[in-house]
């Protein structure tokens, strides 16, 4: 597993645009409904950016997000997967599967945004989590969480 995740992303908000870490959440999430945000700072001052310029003073962090990702995947599959499945809210930002998909050689049309759904078929044995679905048995060393 990777220990980054969408609280990076949210820290890189909070950092670009001096939010506390709600807003910054509440933006981030954001990012994939609206075109324009309207937030206020710390400090009260009002604000009010597109979502592209938004994404592009946190792009550097979505890269190494993603990067990192890639990383741990290709070192556990030993070459690029057939598909990636990306759960959970920091996957969601515009681009994110895009990134990822990029950064282990796989065509952007399979690396996908799921549900929890994707869980039902889960469990640890020891210190790994066992994942099964129709594609492989995919097993993750939990101890780098």
Do not use: W
């Amino acid at each position: 597993m990777v220990s980054v995740a969408g609280d990076e992303i949210t820290e890189a908000l909070s950092k670009a645009f001096l939010l506390d870490f709600d807003t910054a959440e509440k933006l981030k999430v954001g990012l994939n409904i609206k075109d324009k945000h309207t937030f206020s700072d710390i400090v009260g001052m009002s604000h009010e950016f597109e979502t592209h310029e938004i994404l592009e003073r946190i792009d550097p962090v979505i890269k190494s997000v993603t990067q990192q990702i890639a990383e741990r995947i290709l070192e556990f599959n030993e070459s690029a997967p057939s598909a990636i499945f990306c759960i959970g809210g920091g996957c969601q930002i515009p681009g994110f599967t895009q990134f990822l998909s990029s950064a282990v050689d796989l065509p952007s049309e399979r690396t996908v945004i799921k549900g929890t759904e994707m869980l039902e078929n889960t469990y640890f044995e020891g210190d790994k989590l066992i994942v099964l679905n129709t594609l492989h048995l995919l097993v993750l060393d939990i101890r780098h969480f």
